[in-house]
């Protein structure tokens, strides 16, 4: 085999692997973008979620408020019935 074709038979295998690369890049940019829309995606889901989660917990804080207030009053109204002369 001449150096001649030798070299030529590198530069083709060089060329072949370039665009090896090449492709296996774009494939690495369009998985990096489908990560990216995932990932927003996700962190608009989990925000949704926790803004969700916080408006729960404070529809539970005021119902339990809430319902304190009122056997408060029920136990007043309780003791004051207790406490009132019977009428005969």
Same mark, same amino acid.
């Given at each position: 085999?001449?150096?001649?074709?030798?070299?030529?038979?590198?530069?083709?295998?060089? +060329?072949?692997? *370039?665009?090896?690369?090449?492709?296996?890049?774009?494939?690495?940019? !369009? &998985?990096?973008? #489908?990560?990216?829309?995932?990932?927003?995606?996700?962190?608009?889901?989990?925000?949704?979620?926790?803004?969700?989660? +916080?408006?729960? *917990?404070?529809?539970?804080?005021?119902?339990?408020?809430?319902?304190? !207030? &009122?056997?408060? #009053?029920?136990?007043?109204?309780?003791?004051?019935?207790?406490?009132?002369?019977?009428?005969?």
């Amino acid at each position: 085999m001449q150096p001649r074709d030798r070299l030529q038979r590198d530069l083709n295998e060089l +060329k072949k692997r *370039v665009q090896q690369y090449h492709a296996h890049l774009d494939h690495v940019k !369009e &998985m990096c973008e #489908e990560t990216k829309v995932n990932f927003k995606n996700f962190q608009s889901k989990a925000e949704q979620q926790c803004k969700i989660v +916080k408006q729960d *917990v404070a529809r539970e804080a005021k119902f339990i408020s809430q319902l304190t !207030e &009122m056997n408060g #009053e029920l136990e007043k109204t309780e003791g004051e019935k207790r406490n009132a002369p019977a009428e005969s």
